[in-house]
Each structure stands twice: as C-alpha cells, then as structure tokens.
C-alpha cells in the first residue's frame, strides 16, 4: 500500500515562495505518475499539476504557468512543488496523489487517482 505525506505548508507572504514535498513510504514512486491538487475553502478540489514518470509535467491550472513547477526525485522517493509568487488565492489545502501506471510519459485527464496524502495548509496573506 503506497502511503503519501505532504509537508512545507505554512503561511507566506503574497509574493513568496514555498516548495511543498510530497514523500512516499512503503513502495517506491517511479512507477507512478504524481500530482498535486489543491481545495480552498467553499471550492471543489482542482488539479494544479502533474509529473509523468519520466519527469515530464503537465498544468492542469493555467493560473500556475510560469509561477509553479512541479519536479521528482526518485532516488529520494519524492515529488516536490516550488510555488513561486504566490498570491491570496493560492490559499489552499495541498494534495498530492499518486497513480500506477506502465507507461513513462503519461498523467491522468481528470483525478483518477489511486492514492492520496492527507494535505498541508498553504496561506498567502500580508
């Protein structure tokens, strides 16, 4: 059974940054496409981004191009998300979640994931 635990949530500054770490135990993640989604308060969960297993990323919000990259370390049993800029409305819970998949340079449409961690807070406000 993959487990999933986020950290590096905390409040920030609009205008910082902060890189959100999502560790895997018990099974090893490079044979698993990775993604980050997030769920602010009142709001239905969206995807931020994802990470093929060949390290190739995918947007699933156009409101984090250029500021958001997400980045894997197998060697580490870790998916990371650098969050630069930030702004209020980044204001959220953090998922990360995990798929199975055969095939190296793949990520889900939609949330078709099979495992999920149990979130970190991330604030932005001055």
């Known amino acids: 059974q993959l487990q999933l635990v986020e950290s590096g949530g905390g409040l920030v500054q609009p205008g910082g940054s902060l890189r959100l770490s999502c560790a895997a135990s018990?099974?090893?993640?490079?044979?698993?496409?990775i993604g980050w989604f997030r769920q602010a308060p009142g709001k239905e969960r969206e995807g931020v981004s994802c990470i093929t297993r060949s390290g190739e990323s995918l947007n699933y919000a156009d409101s984090v191009k250029g500021r958001f990259t997400i980045s894997r370390d197998n060697a580490k049993n870790t998916v990371y998300l650098q969050m630069n800029s930030l702004k209020p409305e980044d204001t959220a819970v953090y998922y990360c979640a995990a798929v199975f998949t055969p095939l190296t340079t793949w990520c889900p449409q939609s949330q078709s994931y099979n495992y999920w961690g149990q979130g970190t807070q991330v604030t932005v406000s001055s």
């Open positions: 018990a099974l090893s993640l490079n044979r698993y496409a």
